[in-house]
């Protein structure tokens, strides 16, 4: 079965500039989430999908990310402009679950995109 | 906000000794689940235990989870070399949302 797929792997840019993260999850997984993972911390969640829908993006900074996952399969992660302290690696993650089902379903992780901004 | 808090924040033993992580946390939880991360990959899932539960085990691992002093410990007998990474704790109030620990490096020497 393939994992969840990120591209790219490495990216570094120039504060103000743009940058967009892409994530394939798990065939047949309904829920997609996107983490942020600063050096030395542990993973952050930025927002969570349902399908196409968003249920959790408290924690994202809507003023500079963006994401979106218009057909309810693979997903964009935006930032524009980037700013210093957003490096950090930017992880997907998928499961089979449902929001506010009572039962848990594992997260499937991908190897990240590790963000260097300059 | 991060939830839990690993303990120690770093470890280094002997390759066949045993090692063990701590986590505290501050809310009530649904469950925990801990996560292993090697240099370089993803997160991987290791072992969930739930709220009423007290103990788990899969192969070298237990989780032991103590509610009443919101805390829970991760132990690894007989380690090996692959067993270095980084540990984490992740906490589940309702829903799925993870909310992670900032982790415990462990280092195995050969």
């Known amino acids: 079965e393939a994992g969840v797929a990120q591209s790219p792997r490495y990216k570094i840019i120039e504060k103000r500039q743009s940058v967009a993260f892409w994530c394939n999850p798990i065939?047949?997984?309904?829920?997609l989430y996107w983490y942020q993972q600063i050096l030395g911390q542990g993973p952050k969640l930025l927002i969570q999908?349902?399908?196409?829908?968003?249920?959790?993006d408290s924690q994202l900074p809507k003023d500079r990310f963006s994401a979106e996952r218009l057909k309810g399969v693979d997903s964009t992660l935006k930032i524009q402009p980037a700013k210093l302290e957003d490096s950090a690696v930017y992880l997907c993650?998928?499961?089979?679950?449902?929001?506010?089902?009572?039962?848990?379903?594992?997260?499937?992780f991908g190897p990240g995109t590790r963000l260097t901004v300059l | 906000s991060q939830q839990g808090e690993e303990d120690p924040q770093a470890l280094s033993i002997q390759e066949g000794e045993n090692a063990t992580m701590n986590c505290s946390y501050k809310?009530?939880?649904?469950?925990l689940q801990w996560y292993r991360q090697n240099s370089g990959r993803g997160l991987v899932h290791l072992i969930l235990i739930r709220s009423n539960e007290r103990e788990k085990h899969s192969g070298r691992l237990r989780v032991t989870l103590d509610t009443s002093k919101k805390s829970s410990s991760l132990l690894i007998t007989a380690s090996r070399a692959a067993d270095t990474a980084s540990y984490f704790c992740a906490t589940v109030r309702m829903g799925q949302k993870l909310v992670f620990g900032q982790g415990t490096r462990l280092t195995i020497n050969p």
């Open positions: 993650a998928s499961s089979l679950s449902s929001w506010g089902r009572s039962s848990y379903n594992e997260q499937f």
């Open positions: 065939s047949g997984h309904a829920t």
């Open positions: 999908f349902q399908n196409n829908g968003v249920v959790d």
């Open positions: 809310t009530s939880i649904n469950n």
